[in-house]
């Protein structure tokens, strides 16, 4: 039984290097999606809660579909659907070659549009939170609707926010092993790889579950210190009127 760990281990015919590399990979895409997700949901839940129609009509349109589409059949349509029509566009500007989407890329963009989806709803309960009377406290004091935003909307938005976002990273962490049907090289394409080789689905699928489970737990500690970081403010100010 223990001829079969070493299996896991990093000498000739062993998998542990391959399989830190996936685990690389999928931090990597996971880290490079979320500014993009959170980033495009913010646009999306302003755009939700704009007092002109279009911009609310477009919002309620993109959550709806990318809510409603599966994940797996987003990243295909980048990947596959996308990356045609890129192509054709080269062919109809003559420009030489041809454009082909990095794996990498393709994943980051399907994920990022799915998670923007998601936390957009985030940022509007986030939002909605806020008293108007903030805005108009900024206003009164010459503050521009920018500088109001940046300056008094948003550290108080991402105090609200953090929870949810929380939840939102930690799905993200676990979509990405979406991405091994495109064939990058993240923890479940080197566990399948290696079951396929060695005929060890438990030791290998095993060890991607220990991985994504470190990856969560140390996911779910560093937003505990967040949310704590972001509130501590607001408990001090707590303590000291009772």
Do not use: C, H
């Not at 880290?31 to 495009?40: D, K, Q, R, S, V």
């Amino acid at each position: 039984m223990f001829d079969k760990f070493a299996l896991l281990g990093f000498g000739d015919g062993g998998w542990g290097l391959a399989l830190l590399q996936g685990a690389g990979i999928t931090i990597s895409i996971a880290l490079a999606t979320l500014p993009f997700g959170l980033a495009l949901g913010l646009v999306v839940a302003l755009g939700a809660r704009s007092q002109r129609a279009v911009p609310r009509l477009l919002a309620t349109g993109y959550t709806t579909v990318f809510r409603g589409v599966p994940e797996l059949l987003t990243l295909y349509i980048i990947y596959f659907g996308v990356q045609v029509l890129l192509q054709e566009a080269w062919r109809w500007l003559g420009l030489p070659g041809s454009f082909s989407m990095p794996p990498f890329v393709a994943g980051m963009v399907a994920l990022g549009v799915v998670l923007s989806a998601f936390s957009s709803e985030v940022w509007v309960g986030a939002l909605n939170s806020i008293p108007k009377g903030q805005r108009e406290a900024a206003a009164a004091l010459g503050l521009t609707k920018g500088q109001a935003f940046r300056l008094v909307v948003f550290p108080q938005l991402i105090r609200v926010a953090l929870p949810g976002l929380g939840n939102n990273w930690m799905v993200l962490l676990k979509e990405t092993s979406l991405v091994s049907v495109i064939t990058l090289p993240d923890i479940m394409f080197i566990t399948t790889r290696a079951n396929v080789t060695t005929k060890e689905p438990f030791l290998f699928f095993g060890a991607a579950m220990v991985l994504y489970l470190f990856f969560s737990m140390i996911s779910a500690w560093g937003i505990g210190r967040m949310e704590a970081r972001a509130n501590r403010g607001i408990a001090a100010f707590g303590g000291a009127t009772r």
